[in-house]
């Protein structure tokens, strides 16, 4: 049987022409209150009703699981993080320091941030062109929490059918234990999430400590609870409406696809005529095909929509209803794949990285790799900043010699030595009175206020250019020939 999608041909007018997708299907409003009354409160029209979704065991469902497992332990796990003692990543805003795996990044560094935005935004481009919305299906935030979510509710309230039985009954204690049990299990994930997101900006462990003796700061107050009720509200209550109605970038991706992208779709023409029938059923008489028109790929589709009504907005290339029912296409001993990701050509195989638009984004999205890399890990680790006094008198005439001013700035923005020596090259005698020892950690910055002298035999002209170098000190001993940081600035000497 065929491959092709006849709706992707309809729509495609000519090659690369972006395709056009169906919006999804008005469906008249669910009577919630039949269902459920939790609901009641979203009663607006744009109101889809409660979906109750069916588990589906099969290839995309362990995938997501996977990336769902690996994502959330990641995010749970990286502000305890230690290195050297220090938080692995902070995003210190009150400081205005970003600490990154040893590196720290300051406002200056905010290049770094725009390229990996940049960065970001080819790579979404290029996966969607490749493979459609799995950014949404298996690694979106809203998508894998809103699965943990299900879960869950699974676990507490039953399966699909379950759950609906158990939204019509009456309330009585069982019902009311399941409800709570749920809920309390949502608040609990949430008031977890919250903690490890706000963590990233606050240290997780003061953070803490700080809520164990009430002593927590009313902005941080603010921010857990606006992350517990956004993660309560967004992955318990309106799930699949912020991609619905909220995401932008489902709104605009039928601007990225290609006759070529891999979205999941149904074979018409091998599905249709659906039809119910018994497993090993000759089909040839009823002209059926080999859609048995079970409506499982319906019953686990988190948005609620039919994928055999052809490729709509709403769906996000999740793959459960192909999951679903290739299930189902076992049991009746057909072939697998009635739904499954493919392309409008149907030729899979050269689908991935054969046209000229994902070429060229690949290409683009390695070297802006590779810049970034560079970029990061060859920038200075240590950065000196001279000011020269100009507040009062340029110069000062003393006894022992003319005096110039200065306002020495040393930023460690991740250097593995702490202690460091400030010294002078010029073409002139010219010597720092001042601390020129200096203790700067990973991270900090050490400001000095300190004075350049130099004997009035030896000035040479007005004003002579100086350079303030930086060299690192191990075990109390400077390490000759090694200069960290330098800047150059200038001396000015009466004329
Ligand atoms: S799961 Fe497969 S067989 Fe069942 S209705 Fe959907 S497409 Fe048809
Ligand atoms: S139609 Fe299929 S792929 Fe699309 S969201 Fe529903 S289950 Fe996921």
């Not at 006849?6 to 056009?20: E, M, S």
């Amino acid at each position: 049987m065929s491959d092709k999608i006849p709706l992707l041909n309809v729509l495609h007018a000519r090659a690369g022409t972006p395709i056009a997708i169906k919006m999804a299907p008005k469906k008249p409003p669910r009577k919630s209150s039949k269902f459920s009354n939790e609901h009641n409160f979203f009663s607006a029209d744009a109101y889809r009703g409660k979906i109750y979704t069916k588990k589906t065991r099969g290839y995309f469902q362990r995938l997501r699981k996977n990336i769902s497992f690996l994502l959330l332990g990641l995010f749970f796990a990286v502000p305890w993080l230690q290195i050297n003692s220090a938080p692995a990543v902070l995003f210190d805003l009150r400081a205005q320091k970003f600490h990154v795996f040893g590196m720290t990044f300051w406002p200056q560094d905010a290049v770094f941030l725009v390229s990996m935005l940049v960065l970001a935004s080819f790579l979404l481009v290029a996966a969607t062109i490749v493979i459609g919305r799995a950014w949404c299906g298996f690694t979106c935030p809203q998508t894998v929490w809103t699965f943990l979510f299900i879960w869950v509710e699974d676990k507490c309230e039953g399966d699909r059918n379950q759950r609906i039985k158990l939204d019509k009954q009456s309330w009585n204690w069982q019902k009311v234990g399941r409800k709570a049990s749920k809920h309390i299990l949502w608040l609990l994930i949430s008031i977890v999430t919250a903690y490890t997101f706000v963590g990233y900006f606050y240290q997780i462990k003061p953070l803490i400590l700080e809520t164990a003796n009430a002593q927590l700061h009313y902005l941080a107050v603010f921010w857990l609870m606006f992350f517990v009720l956004g993660t309560y509200l967004n992955a318990g209550w309106l799930r699949e409406k912020v991609c619905l109605h909220m995401c932008p970038y489902a709104r605009f991706q039928a601007v990225m696809y290609t006759k070529k992208t891999l979205v999941v779709s149904y074979d018409r023409e091998r599905g249709e005529q659906r039809g119910k029938r018994k497993v090993n059923a000759d089909l040839s008489a009823k002209g059926l095909g080999d859609c048995v028109d079970c409506s499982v790929c319906v019953q686990v589709c988190p948005v609620d929509i039919d994928i055999r009504d052809g490729m709509q907005y709403a769906c996000i290339d999740c793959g459960l209803c192909a999951d679903a029912c290739d299930t189902v296409m076992d049991k009746m001993g057909y072939q697998k794949g009635l739904i499954k990701f493919s392309n409008e050509s149907g030729d899979n195989s050269k689908a991935l990285f054969n046209t000229p638009k994902v070429i060229f984004l690949t290409v683009i999205s390695l070297l802006c790799c590779l810049m970034f890399a560079y970029s990061v890990f060859s920038r200075d680790l240590l950065s000196i900043d001279v000011i020269r006094d100009r507040s009062g008198i340029l110069y000062r005439v003393t006894e022992l010699g003319v005096e110039n001013s200065y306002t020495v700035k040393v930023n460690n923005k991740g250097a593995q030595v702490s202690k460091f020596k400030l010294e002078i090259v010029a073409d002139s005698a010219f010597e720092i009175i001042g601390p020129q020892l200096l203790q700067v950690p990973r991270g900090e910055v050490d400001t000095l206020t300190l004075r350049v002298r130099i004997k009035e035999q030896d000035i040479q002209r007005y004003k002579s250019p100086i350079k303030f170098i930086v060299k690192p000190v191990a075990n109390g001993v400077e390490i000759k020939n090694t200069v960290m940081a330098s800047q150059l600035s200038s001396f000015i000497a009466p004329r």
